[in-house]
């Protein structure tokens, strides 16, 4: 594929960065992006930002450090994305699929030749939450020594540019006929069903956690369509009205 | 491939940073280097090595900054390799051939299979000199943004490892049927060339620099066999005899 053809693509992928703890590994990743053709970064709560130690690493990279975007939540941050990538350590996730970058890439492609995607880091010291981890559809690891797994952010951050530049290089777009869902549709759906969940009374003999963990796994691997989320919620609706309607009548027959 | 047989293959990798500016780098690239399984760090006249920056930077990886080989010149450095890979941020070359990475590691790890190689990486900001790409026999570029090419050297570094790491996947060696002539090898033989050169005269026509740094590349790409070096210092020590006895026989007819 072209070179331009490239830039249209990248420029629907942004590079996430959650609670980076120095300021210099921002500016190293602004320029790993950069030589690689990404251009948009965005930051969740950084300890430091701007930061002269940001812009010296950046060296060159001062444009996407000016674009850069500072949220104050992963919800901000992923807002109209439909395809979420979380950088993990584990090779294995208990429920989530784990691929390597070379497996990944055409997919984040495939995404982003119609749609915002997100590729998604953790902090230096101790990767992504639990919580960030369940916000993303898809989880990948860069294969490392065993004895000494632990990537520089920045190197991580080349390492997965990398692959999306080289993966692009061959890439050819197939017609979409899904339409996925943005990760604010997703997240009103899980609230919606959390919710529903509580007011049925299904969370009595449930741990209320652990359960929606479980489901939001389920429904992040189905990669949902904006349009099943419609259906899923009109479901969730008529489900509370037909409960709503149960107590009525109870509360009718028993005149309470 | 297993994880043991990647190790004793990568035992016989080198990475080898000339004239480094930043200790900062060095010690980020023997962090890179860890990652993915390689150890052996040789410097060429760093500015400044050891360096609490370095050491730093490695965030563990102290083991590869211990054991850094610290060289005066480029054949120190090289001395027993069979196979040096230029890394180099031009497309192309006046002749020699530059590969992706993605092409060259595949026949690095072959190598590697049976003797040391290096992986060589230029200054920060003016990557390898002529001299130094003149000792390499593959020249490696990865693939760039074009407006904005210069990769951070440890960068650089992680992005080559990797892709080391990766090939050693899937790698099956071959058997190797060519003895592959070591680094000082191919230099003792250039400079027997260059000196007969000068002795039959032949330079009084040409530019000497110029000519040797082609008859280099010709011998670079031709990844010149032990034997076939013995083969050509006979020829040019006969060809030296040769021009002698001609010598003596003029002097002896001509009576001077």
Known sequence: MGFLDKLNIFNKVRVVLS??????????????????????????????????????MAAGADDVLQNTVVCDSI????????????????????SNE??????????????AASHPVAL???????????????RAQMLVNIPAN????????????????????????TFQPVAQTLQPAAHEQVEGFMLHLEKTLHEIGFFTTQNPARMMQRLRRLYARARLEADEINILRGILSVTTEYNARLKARYRQDHDV
Do not use: C
Request: glycine letters at 6%; a negative charge.
């Open 98 to 111: 784990v691929l390597a970058p070379r497996e990944a890439m055409p997919q984040v492609l495939q995404q």
């Open 75 to 94: 919800d901000e941050a992923l807002q109209d994305v439909v395809l979420t990538v979380g950088m993990t350590a584990r090779l294995r996730d208990i």
């Open 120 to 134: 998604l880091f953790g902090t230096e010291m101790s990767g992504l939450t639990n919580e960030e981890v369940s």
């Open 19 to 56: 609670h980076t703890t120095h300021p210099g590994n921002i500016g190293a990743a602004a320029r790993a992006m950069k030589t690689m053709g990404l251009q948009h970064l965005y930051l969740i709560n950084p300890r430091h930002f701007p930061d002269p130690q940001a812009t010296a």
């Open 146 to 169: 065993p004895d000494f797994s632990s990537l520089n952010l920045a190197s991580a951050v080349q390492v997965i540019s990398y692959e999306l530049a080289v993966a692009a290089q």
